[in-house]
């Protein structure tokens, strides 16, 4: 019995990758969706993985604080509305989790620091809000490729902004409110049901998003002139 499921699921695994493969790449596929993207309004949504950093600018020359990035999730919705036949205008607001982890040279304090002292985690949920403009390709069958860009803002939900506490009471504090702007590219595919799109995009912080601590002198901030975010996204949007 186990050898006969067996067999089925290699036979269904091999002739749906033939179906797709001929229905996609083949020299004279079947075309899926034909009107689809020339509706004025259509929605979506997407999960992904993100890898923020953060970029630094520094007050004095000095040793650079080391960012430990970390893979975090992505999840949200996608409207598109057709502006022309190749462009058109995306709002993607979605929920983003990560975690990036700070690792301070002993050369910025004074007394030989505790382990503690010279880490800091930063938990991030963002609540991101995109509004970007689509540059589509010709269609070449049931492919589509484009290009991505535009302007963000972001919510941190984890910023600590309104905390009294700061890094001397291991609270590392931020800006709840960051703009940014966006640049990526991706990859339309038809099947017969569904518009699969995969697409990877940077994000890149316009201003500052750190919150000095209350000791002018503070380790942990009095070097650092900015603090900016730096994010990849790998989406995988579903129409």
Not at 139 to 154: E, F, K, Q, V
Not at 190 to 213: A, H, N, Q, T
């Amino acid at each position: 019995m186990k050898k006969t499921t067996a067999l089925l699921l290699i036979i269904f695994s091999i002739t749906v990758k033939a179906q797709f493969r001929e229905s996609i790449f083949s020299k004279n596929p079947v075309i899926h969706l034909e009107t689809w993207q020339k509706q004025t309004v259509y929605f979506g949504f997407f999960l992904g993985l993100n890898s923020y950093d953060f970029k630094f600018n520094y007050k004095t020359v000095s040793d650079a604080i080391q960012v430990q990035k970390t893979t975090g999730f992505n999840v949200g919705l996608v409207s598109d509305l057709r502006l022309q036949e190749y462009i058109n205008l995306r709002f993607e607001p979605g929920l983003y989790y990560t975690k990036r982890i700070l690792n301070y040279p002993e050369s910025y304090f004074t007394t030989t620091p505790r382990a503690s002292d010279k880490l800091r985690e930063v938990n991030s949920t963002y609540i991101h809000l995109p509004l970007l403009l689509k540059f589509s390709a010709l269609r070449t069958g049931n492919i589509r490729p484009y290009l991505l860009g535009g302007l963000s803002t972001t919510l941190n939900l984890s910023s600590n902004s309104k905390s009294k506490d700061d890094n001397l009471e291991q609270r590392f504090r931020v800006k709840a409110w960051s703009p940014n702007y966006e640049l990526g590219l991706g990859i339309d595919i038809f099947s017969e049901y569904f518009i699969f799109s995969p697409s990877i995009r940077g994000v890149f912080g316009l201003k500052d998003e750190l919150i000095r601590d209350n000791n002018p002198n503070s380790p942990w901030t009095s070097n650092i002139e900015s603090m900016k975010t730096r994010g990849l996204f790998i989406n995988f949007t579903f129409h």
